[in-house]
């Protein structure tokens, strides 16, 4: 079967590094996304991983081992506006995006 | 602005009223996409068009009946709405379906409440 599983909520302070876990379960794998959505926003696009490995994007980061089912989205020099809820979703041989519930980010001060 | 866009923004309706959602995309993408977002669940996928054809059908129950007029316009259409269906409706499209990379962009959705 398929499954996804990553926190439903983490706290962090202001200009700390969070690291936000997803893992998941598939026969069939094409590729692994991140998507930030602030509340009552639309989800944005933040990576795709589809080789194992770290990408980096300025303050963001991706990594992804395959052979472990395992994903993380590394956030540095957090700030307020980060707050703001993390969907994890992998994309199966079907090319069919399966997602995670989210994880909601709080930033303090 | 997304280059996606949905309205209405918030819709408040009642079990026995027939109302639309509607979606437009600006991006030139071929493939549009309709998914429902509840508290602390994951998205679910309802529709995809691709080229204007209905490619997916989730087992969403027929009081919800998509319409893609066009590679740009998406409606939903709503009736006989049972309250459980209250939850953010997102519109999404991307440049093809059904291809690896293949990045969703996302409307800011439409709000439901069914009372």
């Known amino acids: 079967g398929q499954n996804i599983d990553q926190p439903t909520e983490m706290t962090a302070t202001e200009g700390a590094i969070v690291q936000i876990n997803c893992t998941y379960q598939?026969?069939?794998?094409?590729?692994l996304f991140w998507y930030q959505q602030h509340a009552g926003e639309a989800p944005t696009f933040l990576s795709y991983?589809?080789l194992d490995g770290l990408e980096e994007k300025g303050r963001f980061s991706s990594f992804l081992s395959r052979s472990k089912g395992y994903s993380y989205l590394l956030l540095k020099e957090l700030q307020m506006k980060d707050s703001a809820s993390y969907l994890c979703?992998?994309?199966?041989?079907?090319?069919?995006?399966?997602w995670g519930a989210g994880t909601k980010l709080i930033i303090k001060p | 602005e997304t280059g996606v866009t949905q309205t209405p923004r918030h819709l408040v309706m009642g079990m026995t009223n027939k109302k639309s959602l509607k979606c437009e995309q600006h991006l030139g993408h071929n493939a549009m996409y309709w998914y429902k977002q509840s508290a602390k669940k994951p998205l679910e996928l309802m529709f995809v068009y691709s080229l204007e054809e209905r490619v997916e059908n989730n087992s969403v129950p027929s009081r919800f009946s998509p319409e893609c007029p066009n590679s740009s316009h998406l409606f939903l259409h709503l009736h006989t709405l049972q309250p459980e269906d209250s939850a953010l409706y997102l519109c999404?499209?991307?440049?093809?379906?059904?291809?690896?990379?293949?990045?969703?962009?996302f409307g800011e959705g439409s709000w439901l409440t069914v009372v």
């Open positions: 999404a499209s991307s440049q093809e379906e059904g291809a690896g990379g293949n990045t969703i962009y």
């Open positions: 979703a992998f994309m199966d041989s079907n090319y069919q995006l399966i």
């Open positions: 598939t026969s069939g794998f094409n590729g």
């Open positions: 991983n589809v």
